[in-house]
């Protein structure tokens, strides 16, 4: 096909968790179209945004989505996009759109598709607040689309903050079904297993330590058939 029409985008498949995702690297306006054509292709019923389209006076991705029941974002491939509605709190944004195929002779096809916008979370950075993230991975996690195994997941490069997101969703769930706490060496492995998929998953040792700490303060709130060592918080501030 055309040399263009490519999305650097992979499979990312944690098996412990029942989990599979798709990474990608935030939509450029030269990719914006093959990202929606993948949308539609995959059936993908949400899509997690963990970036700002512009951080620090950076590109990090074009504004792919309309914000405002004003605006329509048409692509190359007959896919039009649409605003259906938002609701917001001082961490991120919900948007439900919706994605029409004209397939031709005046017919089309149309999905609803839920796009979750995390935006307080710096470029190789942390978010500032475990609470915050959790809920923010709750509403994703609660609205069922991660069940589906073809949510899209992305920041700019799709692995830094997309790989700590992952990381953390695979970990609960591996938790919720088994009922039993994981380690701090578990995480790793889980990790590791899921490099596999992404090089470069999670990019800094700090990414790393708010993914165990954020996965600590989840497990504090599960309950567990043995008991689950109350480690000191001291280890978890992060920076």
Same mark, same amino acid.
């Given at each position: 096909g055309d040399a263009n029409n490519y999305i650097n985008a992979s499979w990312v498949e944690v098996p412990k968790a029942e989990r599979k995702y798709i990474l990608t690297q935030g939509p450029l306006e030269s990719t /914006?179209?093959?990202?929606?054509?993948?949308?539609?292709q995959q059936r993908s019923e949400g899509i997690v945004m963990l970036?700002?389209?512009?951080?620090?006076?950076?590109?990090?991705?074009?504004?792919?989505?309309?914000?405002?029941?004003?605006e329509v974002i048409r692509t190359d491939h007959d896919l039009q996009v649409s605003f259906v509605g938002a609701s917001m709190t001082k961490d991120y944004v919900v948007r439900k759109l919706r994605l029409t195929n004209r397939i031709g002779c005046g017919d089309s096809e149309e999905r609803i598709v839920t796009h979750f916008h995390y935006i307080t979370w710096p470029d190789f950075g942390v978010p500032d607040d475990h609470e915050a993230f959790l809920k923010f991975l709750?509403?994703?996690?609660?609205?069922?689309?991660?069940?589906?195994?073809?949510?899209?997941?992305?920041?700019?490069?799709?692995?830094?903050?997309?790989?700590?997101?992952?990381?953390?969703d695979s970990c609960l769930r591996y938790m919720?079904?088994?009922?039993?706490?994981?380690?701090?060496?578990?995480?790793?492995?889980?990790?590791?297993? /899921?490099?596999?998929?992404? /090089?470069?998953?999670?990019?800094?040792?700090?990414?790393?330590?708010?993914?165990?700490?954020?996965?600590?303060?989840? /497990?504090?709130?599960?309950?567990?058939?043995?008991?689950?060592?109350?480690?000191?918080?001291?280890?978890?501030?992060?920076?």
């Amino acid at each position: 096909g055309d040399a263009n029409n490519y999305i650097n985008a992979s499979w990312v498949e944690v098996p412990k968790a029942e989990r599979k995702y798709i990474l990608t690297q935030g939509p450029l306006e030269s990719t /914006m179209s093959d990202f929606w054509l993948m949308i539609w292709q995959q059936r993908s019923e949400g899509i997690v945004m963990l970036c700002k389209c512009v951080e620090k006076g950076v590109d990090k991705c074009c504004k792919y989505y309309p914000a405002s029941a004003d605006e329509v974002i048409r692509t190359d491939h007959d896919l039009q996009v649409s605003f259906v509605g938002a609701s917001m709190t001082k961490d991120y944004v919900v948007r439900k759109l919706r994605l029409t195929n004209r397939i031709g002779c005046g017919d089309s096809e149309e999905r609803i598709v839920t796009h979750f916008h995390y935006i307080t979370w710096p470029d190789f950075g942390v978010p500032d607040d475990h609470e915050a993230f959790l809920k923010f991975l709750n509403t994703v996690r609660s609205s069922g689309c991660l069940d589906a195994d073809n949510s899209v997941i992305h920041c700019s490069a799709g692995i830094g903050r997309s790989g700590t997101f992952c990381l953390v969703d695979s970990c609960l769930r591996y938790m919720e079904s088994t009922e039993t706490p994981v380690t701090f060496h578990q995480v790793q492995e889980m990790l590791k297993e /899921m490099r596999r998929y992404r /090089m470069g998953l999670v990019q800094t040792p700090d990414q790393l330590k708010f993914c165990f700490c954020a996965i600590n303060h989840a /497990m504090k709130k599960l309950t567990f058939n043995g008991d689950v060592d109350d480690d000191d918080d001291e280890d978890c501030e992060v920076e």
